[in-house]
T-cell receptor, first 111, second 115 residues
């Protein structure tokens, strides 16, 4: 099973609204990464947050990490139609083999 | 502009055929990865390579092999394609070090259909 599990599976919002999605994981991690995938394309890296960080910002993106709850959230503020995509979290530990992606949250932003 | 390219966007093959998927990166990255992506399952790692001629199995290596003869090129081989290998295949690369440490750069993907 995936180390990271996103919630919700799908999200539909209107332009200008905020979108929040969550990622929960099972074991201790070194860092957590968020990626975006536009329909039928490769993934694009958004943010990397390390286990000793609690919050990170990049433009309209805000990521939080709560290691006590083993969860992370990705907030997209003032969403645009171009934010329509699937969003994946990926978690990693010390081990080479333990870097795993979740199943993703599909976000649809309507004009 | 950094780039990971994959040889085909769409590929249709027949059961039993040998299939080659090629991936090339121009960032001088040490690490390269092959994933497959299926609905509801996210990305699953097939194989990765941390150096030329070095390879390690990922979570689902059965039915696949890989080759890395040059630093910039990582090939995925389906020895005898089967219908359950119909999927989206994604190649990625990253700088040296464990995969959790650095961001991965992805190619556009190859959608393989095995009939």
């Amino acid at each position: 099973s995936q180390q990271g599990e996103e919630d919700p599976q799908a999200l539909s919002i209107q332009e200008g609204e905020n979108a929040t999605m969550n990622c929960s994981y099972k074991t201790s991690i070194n860092n957590l990464q968020w990626y975006r995938q536009n329909s039928g394309r490769g993934l694009v890296h958004l943010i990397l947050i390390r286990s000793n960080e609690r919050e990170k910002h990049s433009g309209r993106l805000r990521v939080t990490l709560d290691t006590s709850k083993k969860s992370s959230s990705l907030l997209i503020t003032a969403s645009r139609a171009a934010d329509t995509a699937s969003y994946f979290c990926a978690t990693g530990t010390d081990s080479w083999g333990k870097f795993q992606f979740g199943a993703g949250t599909q976000v649809v932003v309507t004009p | 502009d950094v780039k990971v390219t994959q040889s085909s966007r769409y590929l249709v093959k027949r059961t039993g055929e040998k299939v080659f998927l090629e991936c090339v990166q121009d960032m001088d990255h040490e690490n390269m990865f092959w994933y497959r992506q299926d609905p509801g399952l996210g990305l699953r790692l097939i194989y990765f390579s941390y150096d030329v001629k070095m390879k390690e199995k990922g979570d689902i290596p059965e039915g696949y092999s890989v080759s890395r003869e040059k630093k910039e090129r990582f090939s995925l081989i389906l020895e005898s394609a089967s219908t359950n290998q119909t999927s989206m295949y994604l190649c990625a690369s990253s700088r040296e070090g464990p995969p959790f440490y650095n961001e991965q750069f992805f190619g556009p993907g190859t959608r393989l259909t095995v009939l």
